[in-house]
């Protein structure tokens, strides 16, 4: 936003939404009636009873009256914060929907091979390169990261009857080299799991794409 010209902050009012200005001036609190202990009631009747009682409503009433401009102000607070919120909300949304977006086309184009296609080039990613610290993202654009949620950074490799597990980009590399496939007998597939979370799956090895680095 920026200032008006005589150098105001901007009128962001519209319709009965419009944003109030700070209060300054608010109505003072009414005093409170003179205390009194508990044992100095049993000596009232029933009409001074009534009196007190009234006399504390009444202080009551012109309390909340009192506080209603403060009320008001943070109910205003509250809805300029929750604006605020819900314009991070649609920013973290576009940015991960042109993300998810770029991972598409950077598959498409070969920039970000297949994790099959990648384990059979060689200088991709160094051998000594955990697979925990690996960027792989599904075709369809979401980041994952190898393995168990609980247990990240491995991949299983199966020849049809036994299965072993690497841990680093090497490690996949000389598996896949000697014909190993990644999953386990009678699954194929790699398991991986969305970054942030505990959603895991097994995926096609094709359907995994992995982000070159030094």
Known sequence: ?????????????????????????????????????????????????????????TVERATVTAMAPHQAQLRELRARSGQIATERRRRERATHIAARAAV??????????????????????????????????????????????????????TDGRQARTARTWGEARRLFADGWEPGSPGVPGVRVHLVGTRVERVVDAAEVVVRPGE
Do not use: C, W
Not at 33 to 48: K, R
């Open 104 to 157: 598409r086309e950077q598959a498409k184009s070969g920039e970000m091979p297949s994790f099959s296609d990648a384990l059979g080039t060689t200088d991709l990613l160094p051998d000594d390169r955990p697979l925990a610290e690996v960027a792989a993202f599904l075709k369809s654009g979401g980041e994952v990261r190898f393995g168990y949620a609980t247990r990240p950074g491995s991949v299983a490799f």
């Open 1 to 57: 936003m920026t200032a008006s010209r005589n150098g105001s902050a901007p009128d962001t009012r519209h319709g009965s939404g419009a944003i109030m200005s700070a209060v300054t001036e608010l109505p003072p609190l009414p005093d409170l009636p003179a205390p009194f202990e508990q044992e100095s009631l049993t000596a009232l009747d029933d009409g001074a009873l009534d009196d007190l009682a009234g006399a504390l409503a």
